[in-house]
């Protein structure tokens, strides 16, 4: 099975299997709703990426645990957080701190400050008025933070316009027409180790050329800003397979940047910070069918899950592959797949082809859900969030275990404390009903 599949998904007389288990079994064993993951393919995409680029730092928001951390790290990937929370995990995962890079377009002073106390190695700078506090810290601390400055290349792509990023509008990064002032700010300012610049064009990118147009961007400011960066960044964003689409080719991207590099005479290392091009594909979730019905000319099939285990098809109209696990040969028919949330737009394959005759307890399988579905995960409807399963070689890793009722009422200051439900604290620290 090709793309969107993960690259050990074959169809058996078990139906479909993935890192050689059945994922009838890994259902029967884990429950549903189940992300999986074929640890092995997220690897080889890994290593795919080290091959192409000097620098690669693994964009954590793509799918945050332990596990893919973990993994990054051991196939020589950095890591690219845009909180201070992603830097706590991975901290914990057990991140060297030298190898972890904070960005984001709002960081808080408490952010800042322990990225500093941490030793990151680098803070993607987004603005004139960050770097000041930035610098400031890090005077406070006695040391100099290594820091790229964010740049917006105006590079306009063709994606959904909640994940451009590079367009003059951008709310990321400094505008192009100021930022060889800033960067020439930056490199005179105390506190600060000014050692990159940094751009992004936008996320689920399949043009090579706007990558191009990115490095351009960035030469520019550094030569108007008179300085020569050792690491031109230009993010991530490559371009995935989620129905038919041709996904990025990596060492075409690779190519093509560092000609523009060489033409310009820059000796930068080049570097990129992959999520969804890493974790995408190799990643499946299965859900069991619960009801079907007709509704206003549909075929309904509503499954276990829906819009808390997987968003991306109500927040950006995206589409996935489906299959029936069972792989039947016999007759086909148009369904919409729904999910079981109280909201019309909970929706997770409208208009797709499955076998006739589907009934409660059928097990379907949608592809490319390893990037930004348990990361936008939620609660809604107190469903809790799905466990998620690593499989290699015919053995399944519990990576992520389930979200039950306890995790989901462990903030609820009433259900959470030894007064009970349905006691209300007093001022003196006693209860009342």
């Known amino acids: 099975m090709p793309d969107p599949w993960p690259r050990s998904a074959r169809w058996t007389s078990a139906g479909l299997t993935v890192g050689g288990r059945a994922a009838a079994d890994l259902a029967d064993r ?38 893919v951390i973990r993994a990054a790290l051991e196939e020589r990937l950095d890591l690219l957080c845009a909180s201070g929370g992603e830097v706590a995990t991975c901290l914990r995962a057990g991140a060297p701190a030298s190898r972890v890079l904070l960005h984001g377009n709002a960081k808080t002073d408490d952010e800042l400050t322990a990225a500093v106390e941490a030793s990151l190695g680098a803070v993607i700078v987004d603005d004139a008025q960050e770097l000041d506090r930035l610098g ?47 960067a020439r700010r930056a490199s005179a300012t105390a506190g600060i180790r000014l050692i990159g610049l940094h751009a992004h064009a936008g996320s ?14 960035l030469l520019g400011v550094a030569a108007d800003a008179g300085i020569r960066p050792a690491i031109i960044d230009v993010g991530g964003g490559f371009g995935v397979t989620y129905t038919d689409e041709t996904p990025s080719d990596v060492v075409a991207v690779a190519a093509a940047l560092r000609d523009e590099l060489d033409a310009n005479g820059s000796d930068a290392a080049l570097q990129i910070e992959p999520g969804r091009a890493i974790i995408a594909n190799p990643g ?6 619960l ?22 098809p109500a927040l950006y109209d995206a589409r996935h592959d489906v299959v029936a696990v069972s792989n039947g040969n016999g007759p086909t028919e148009q369904v919409t797949v729904v999910g079981r949330h109280c909201e019309s737009g909970d929706v997770v394959a409208d208009d797709v082809s499955l076998p006739a005759g589907l ?75």
């Open 291 to 312: 009801a079907r019905k007709q509704a206003g000319g549909r075929n309904l099939v509503a499954i276990d899950g829906g819009m808390s285990d997987n968003l991306r």
């Open 136 to 182: 400031a810290i890090a005077r406070g601390a006695g040391v100099a933070q290594a820091v790229l400055l964010r740049v917006t290349p105006d590079v306009a792509v063709e994606t959904h316009e909640a994940i451009a990023t590079g367009h003059a509008a951008s709310k990321f990064g400094v505008p192009l027409a100021v930022a060889a002032d800033v």
């Open 204 to 217: 689920q990118v399949l043009d090579v050329d706007a990558h191009v147009r990115v490095v351009r961007a």
């Open 30 to 67: 884990f429950g549903t709703p189940l992300l999986v993951i074929d640890e092995a393919d997220m690897r080889q995409r890994m290593r795919a990426m080290t091959s192409a680029f000097p620098r690669v730092a693994y964009a954590v928001k793509a799918m945050t645990c332990a596990a």
């Open 359 to 433: 009934a409660r307890g059928d097990l379907l399988a949608v592809a490319a859900t390893g990037a930004y579905t348990y990361p936008l995960a939620s609660a809604y409807n107190r469903f809790g969030r799905p466990a998620v399963v690593g499989v290699r070689d015919g053995e399944a890793t519990l990576w992520v275990r389930r979200e039950d009722v306890d995790d989901m009422d462990r903030l609820d200051v009433i259900l959470g404390t030894p007064w009970g439900a349905g006691a209300l604290p007093t001022a003196e620290g006693g209860a009342r009903t």
């Open 284 to 289: 499946l979730t299965l859900y069991r069918v």
